[in-house]
């Protein structure tokens, strides 16, 4: 069984933010595989099966997605490195993807929620590029992570979504 974790905030205001890159991924793999998802208390998640995977969308703040990871892998006994978590990051090119199979959360603060939770650093992760240096140098790092695209991103977000749809399809 594997677990497939997408990292973002949750209330309508952060809806299409960078940070909500990784929920925007598996809502837009969800509407290609004609999935649903559910409500869970225990995994403090919008959650869903399909197959041998469970898919994940934390619905506490980013920085404790951990908790619903840790609580999802526990109860289905999912190792650590069968589970793929989805989120931003402002320091790759916007739109490109970066795939792991371990690593540092290179100050990502899901990321090391996650490795908090789960205790290791060895599990797999995919990267959504939401690189605009001179943007984020201007606003700030959280002003960036917590904004809404710019016109010139959204244009591009929907093949940053197909592209991600089709990892995340080879991924499971």
Not at 90 to 118: A, I, P, V
Not at 119 to 133: S, V
Request: one cysteine or more; charged letters at 20%.
């Amino acid at each position: 069984m594997k677990l497939i974790i997408g990292l973002g905030n949750t209330g309508r205001e952060y809806d299409f933010t960078r940070h909500n890159i990784g929920f925007l991924a598996l809502d837009y793999f969800f509407k290609l595989h004609g999935l649903s998802w559910q409500t869970s208390q225990k995994f403090h998640s919008i959650w869903a099966k399909h197959n041998d995977i469970i898919f994940l969308k934390p619905q506490t703040f980013y920085n404790e997605v951990g908790l619903a990871a840790k609580e999802c892998a526990n109860f289905f006994k999912i190792d650590p490195t069968n589970i793929l978590a989805i989120c931003d990051d402002f320091n790759l090119e916007f739109g490109q993807l970066r795939f792991r199979e371990k690593g540092s959360d290179g100050g990502n603060n899901g990321l090391k929620s996650l490795t908090n939770y789960l205790h290791t650093t060895d599990y797999p992760r995919l990267r959504i590029g939401t690189g605009n240096p001179e943007l984020r140098q201007k606003i700030g790092d959280i002003n960036f992570v917590l904004g809404h695209f710019t016109q010139t991103e959204r244009e591009l977000v929907p093949n940053i979504l197909t592209e991600a749809a089709h990892r995340i399809s080879d991924l499971s």
